[in-house]
Nanobody, 126 residues
Framework: QVQLVESGGGLVQAGGSLRLSCAASGRTFSRYLMGWFRQAPGKEREVVAAMAWSSGITFYADSVKGRFTISRDNAKNTVYLQMNSLRPEDTAVYYC???????????????????WGQGTQVTVSS
């Protein structure tokens, strides 16, 4: 079984920064795609960023481009989301997700991911 555990969420003022971590544990699995999603109250879950694991190519939602950075540490089996210049509208529960099979160049759909973390709350105050 594969577990993804997010950490690093919290309360921050607008303009501040947070770094989220997603640690993978359990059985060894092939990672083809790693993603970060978020869900704000009353809204659908949306993609924030993703990384094609073998190439390291990254993708970002327009709303976070230039402010958020997805990265990884292979040795620690961990994916990060560095969030800078945070805005109140970034307030949401943030989820980490992983795809275990070759991906189809579709990085933004929830259905493309096989495993999910439990989420970590990020609250940005104005």
């Amino acid at each position: 079984q594969v577990q993804l555990v997010e950490s690093g969420g919290g309360l921050v003022q607008a303009g501040g920064s947070l770094r989220l971590s997603c640690a993978a544990s359990g059985r060894t699995f092939s990672r083809y795609l790693m993603g970060w999603f978020r869900q704000a109250p009353g809204k659908e879950r949306e993609v924030v960023a993703a990384m094609a694991w073998s190439s390291g190519i990254t993708f970002y939602a327009d709303s976070v481009k230039g402010r958020f950075t997805i990265s990884r540490d292979n040795a620690k089996n961990t994916v990060y989301l560095q969030m800078n210049s945070l805005r109140p509208e970034d307030t949401a529960v943030y989820y980490c997700a992983a795809r275990e099979t070759p991906w189809r160049n579709i990085w933004s759909r929830e259905s493309e991911y096989d495993y999910w973390g439990q989420g970590t709350q990020v609250t940005v105050s104005s």
